[in-house]
């Protein structure tokens, strides 16, 4: 013997569907592939291109066997390309441009509900769709992963696009896909650049996702803090540093070096699978007009896809003198805790690199430590502490003006933007 033959069993794919999953993460993992289809060719696309249309089967739908339908009117895929996006583990993608960034994704989500799933496809220079059709049963059965390539003539309303269709269903699936469910967690799943960004429509069952507003102060809106005026809303906009990356093993490199000469990773020793990459923020930050004990705190996004709804953790002080102090886990809210905090904000930062189930990021990320410094600091929030700690310069950053200037509300008026009572009115 030569060699090693080291394929798979067809039954990894069934394994992936033991992946806890919940039913609209399945649904967003289809619907992010089409979103990336959008992003990355935007120029091509006509406004009717632009949507996104999901069917989510009731109980009822699921006895009948009614398939889970995602599909678009982008630009649609190549056979090569159609080949590689249902390969377990396989991804083309790079991470800095797509939001269906792990190859096993697709797998995960589809085989977690069903035990078939039929992919259709074309662009606009084909006459025809091909297919492929994923049949759990039938793969274990074989032992083969090879599927037979299938093909039909277009519709006439599609010129190009993706429509995938899941269904055989498991037992799981009939508490996995509740419509109504469904349709609350994506309206909470994505960010608003994405709708606005891009012209992006999705429709679940023939409603559209729109995506969740904070309710903050208007941005001409400011308090007076030691005679400075500190606005309600700030614009989030920063280049903060530039690194080298492996896109194989999403690896830090250090400083740019010339990409055009090919370069091993040192730490998998692919080749040309390094690319410079922006660390780069964009967002807002504001004032909430009323403050609660847990709706506050900051989405975080990497395009598009909200990673951590509400995120609190930059309102801690995670310095070594800190550990185990609980004056600064959290530092805010503190003069009023009972009744909970009011700065929110969308920060959206596509360096950062999602966990499998993109419900959050890795943390340890030390380029995430940048913009921790950027819109928090290195120093405490609050003065009196910080002071105590050797900082004598006030903290500057934008969570810590907010801190300073809108820390009390329990002396409503204008010059605290506090509602005197709970329905709003002085």
Not at 48 to 71: G, S
Not at 110 to 133: C, F, K, P, Y
Not at 194 to 206: C, E, M, Q
Not at 339 to 359: C, L, M, S
Request: net charge neutral; aromatic share 10%; with cysteine.
């Amino acid at each position: 013997m030569d060699q090693f033959n080291l394929t798979p069993s067809p039954a990894l794919l069934d394994l992936l569907g033991k992946i806890p999953f919940k039913g609209w993460q399945c649904a967003a993992e289809l619907i992010d592939n089409s979103i990336d289809a959008i992003i990355n060719h935007t120029d091509k696309l006509q406004d009717y291109q632009r949507v996104i249309a999901v069917f989510i089967p009731t109980k009822k739908k699921i006895e009948q066997n009614d398939a889970l339908v995602v599909e678009d009117w982008g630009v649609g895929m190549t056979e090569q390309q159609l080949e590689n996006a249902v390969k377990a583990g396989f991804s083309s993608k790079n991470t800095n441009s797509n939001l269906g960034l792990f190859g096993m994704g697709f797998n995960v989500a589809t085989s977690r509900l069903a035990n078939t799933v039929q992919i259709w496809t074309s662009t606009a220079e084909m006459d025809h769709e091909i297919g492929v059709r994923i049949d759990l049963r039938e793969m274990k059965k074989s032992g083969s992963f090879v599927r037979p390539k299938m093909s039909r003539p277009k519709r006439a309303d599609k010129k190009s696009g993706t429509r995938i269709e899941v269904y055989d269903y498991k037992l799981e699936a009939h508490n996995l896909l509740r419509p109504q469910d469904i349709y609350r967690e994506l309206n909470r799943a994505y960010s608003e650049k994405i709708f606005a960004d891009f012209g992006i429509k999705i429709l679940v069952n023939n409603d559209p996702i729109s995506p969740f507003n904070f309710c903050t102060w208007d941005k001409q809106r400011s308090v007076k803090y030691k005679n400075e005026d500190i606005p309600t809303i700030v614009e989030i906009d920063e280049h903060l540093n530039e690194e080298m990356f492996c896109e194989n093993c999403f690896s830090w490199l250090g400083d740019p070096v010339d990409t055009t000469i090919p370069i091993e990773c040192p730490y998998c020793n692919s080749v040309g699978q390094i690319v410079k990459k922006d660390i780069y923020i964009s967002g807002w930050l504001g004032i909430q007009r009323y403050s609660d004990t847990e709706h506050f705190g900051i989405d975080i996004s990497r395009n598009g896809r909200i990673l951590s709804k509400l995120d609190k953790s930059l309102f801690h002080w995670n310095d070594e003198r800190a550990k185990n102090d609980p004056r600064f886990h959290p530092e805010y809210p503190r003069d009023t805790t009972y009744a909970g905090g009011r700065i929110v904000g969308q920060i959206e930062a596509n360096f950062i690199i999602p966990k499998y189930t993109k419900d959050d990021f890795e943390r340890e990320d030390k380029n995430w430590r940048l913009v921790i410094n950027h819109l928090r600091g290195v120093m405490p929030l609050q003065p009196d502490l910080a002071n105590n700690f050797g900082y004598k310069l006030p903290n500057r950053t934008p969570i810590g003006l907010f801190f300073s200037a809108y820390r009390k509300i329990n002396v409503p008026g204008s010059k605290t933007l506090v509602f005197a009572r709970e329905n709003g009115s002085a």
